[in-house]
């Protein structure tokens, strides 16, 4: 897809303007009310200690919304971009984040941890422990077999997925059907709600890494998604770029998914709505899907914080409007993926 100068210029405007806004205005969601004034006044006063903001405001911005707003922001992009990396390296538009099995490690890895009853920092580090023990597990079984490298690595993580899928379920069968069970089931279905600053942190930073790493690589994604052969013939180790990028892509995803629970179709639908807009080249696609893939989930998130009394899991929300909308692109065809 070509754009005009202008309109390369407005859609730029897009991608950087709408997560800045939905930012501020997210602020002002939730039953606490807050105006808009004091938001500023608050984010100011950190800055400058003229500004003088009641306790419960400044808790309610920077202890519960600010935290969960920017792990909305991160989570979002952190599955569009790993999305999208998938699709590349794996030359399948029907790839996702989860694909070698890291959600269903997480959640195994939570789901354990509920059951022990461990605290909500035990929890995120045992999610994160296990979503990279499956990916390496995966890894490893594809080693086995020296053909076909890229379809037994998938067709691996999807035989991990389910074997982690079973422990889950049993971990849920040996729960407390009032207490520990809610809580493994509440879990699974995704939930910002939960995130406090002190774990948010070193998340933030993993996850910021690995995303520089992924925006400086970029351009190599272009040639690996024309195939091993013309790769090598252009004088790319293609296994080790590879092997970087899984294990980038998955470090960020087992640090998302650890502070939000299993949130799909996020990495599936965002890297197509995004390629509609910018074509196929991953210079471009890379970048702009970090923008809507967070400005989708914080969208998210807000509509799960303002739907109802009791705030709705965003995985169940996600799925629900992710699943129609990904019928809309069956609908149009994957020519502008094969572009």
Request: glycine fraction near 8%; charged fraction near 10%.
């Amino acid at each position: 897809m070509n754009f005009k100068y202008s309109e390369n210029k407005i859609l730029s405007l897009f991608f950087v303007t709408t997560p800045i806004l939905l930012f501020f205005l997210s602020f002002l969601i939730g039953r606490y009310p807050i105006t808009p004034i004091e938001v500023i006044y608050t984010l100011i006063s950190k800055f400058n200690p003229n500004y003088v903001i009641s306790d419960t405001v400044s808790s309610v911005v920077f202890n519960i919304r600010l935290p969960r707003i920017v792990g909305a922001l991160v989570v979002g992009a952190t599955l569009s971009v790993v999305g999208t990396t998938f699709q590349a390296i794996f030359k399948n538009p029907l790839v996702s984040p989860d694909i070698l099995g890291v959600s269903s490690g997480a959640g195994f890895g939570a789901a354990i941890a509920i059951l022990l009853n461990g605290s909500s920092y035990i929890i995120q580090s045992l999610a994160f422990i296990f979503g990279m023990i499956s990916v390496t597990i995966t890894y490893f079984i594809s080693r086995v077999y020296k053909s076909s490298g890229v379809l037994v690595l998938v067709l691996s993580g999807m035989a991990i997925s389910s074997f982690f899928g079973s422990l889950i379920s049993s971990t849920k069968f040996l729960a407390d059907p009032n207490n520990k069970l809610p809580e493994i089931t509440f879990w699974l279905m995704g939930s910002l709600a939960s995130i406090k600053p002190k774990v948010l942190i070193p998340v933030l930073i993993i996850i910021f890494i690995g995303l520089i790493i992924l925006i400086l690589l970029r351009w190599r994604l272009n040639i690996l998604a024309m195939g091993d052969e013309e790769s090598q013939a252009l004088g790319l180790n293609t296994e080790r770029l590879r092997l970087i990028f899984i294990i980038t892509s998955t470090l960020i995803t087992a640090s998302a998914v650890c502070i939000s629970g299993v949130v799909g179709w996020v990495g599936l639908i965002v890297p197509h709505m995004t390629r509609i807009l910018t074509g196929p080249d991953n210079t471009i696609l890379l970048p702009a899907s970090i923008s809507f893939g967070a400005s989708f989930l914080l969208l998210m998130d807000d509509i799960a914080r303002a739907l109802f009394l009791v705030e709705v899991p965003i995985g169940i929300l996600t799925a629900l409007i992710g699943a129609p909308l990904f019928l809309l692109l069956l609908k149009r065809g994957y020519s502008d993926w094969k572009a």
